[in-house]
Nanobody
């Protein structure tokens, strides 16, 4: 699976961005997908995940009510809609696929894409 993330950029606090992740190379519609992020000086952390069908989603507590994950299987693309952005959301965001153990346990991606930088100014 090859993953290509896009949509990052610079935005003011309170603003919005939509990240996209285009997948290729395998049956995208049959695998779970997710987003992780890594802020400067911190470890990479889970942000959100979505099941292959789209019926199950999960969010880390700090983004609940502000971020929405979705997928379009016809376009082999997963999205992360980010609203009410805060400076603490500043990070490199990574798309991930084939989340081992998820949703029964912590997601461990089998595939990673290159990150896209999101910077939220105060």
């Amino acid at each position: 699976v090859q993953l290509q993330a896009s949509g990052g950029g610079l935005v003011q606090a309170g603003g919005s961005l939509r990240l996209s992740c285009a997948a290729s190379g395998r049956a995208f519609s049959q695998i779970s997908m997710g987003w992780f992020r890594q802020a400067p000086g911190k470890e990479r952390e889970f942000v959100s995940a979505i099941s292959w069908s789209g019926s199950t989603t999960e969010y880390t507590d700090s983004v609940k009510g502000r971020f929405t994950i979705s997928r379009d299987r016809t376009k082999n693309t997963v999205y992360l809609e980010m609203n009410s952005l805060k400076p603490e959301d500043t990070a490199v965001y990574y798309c991930a696929a084939a989340l081992i153990n998820w949703p029964s346990g912590s997601a461990r991606p089998a595939y990673w894409g290159k990150g896209t930088l999101v910077t939220v100014s105060s």
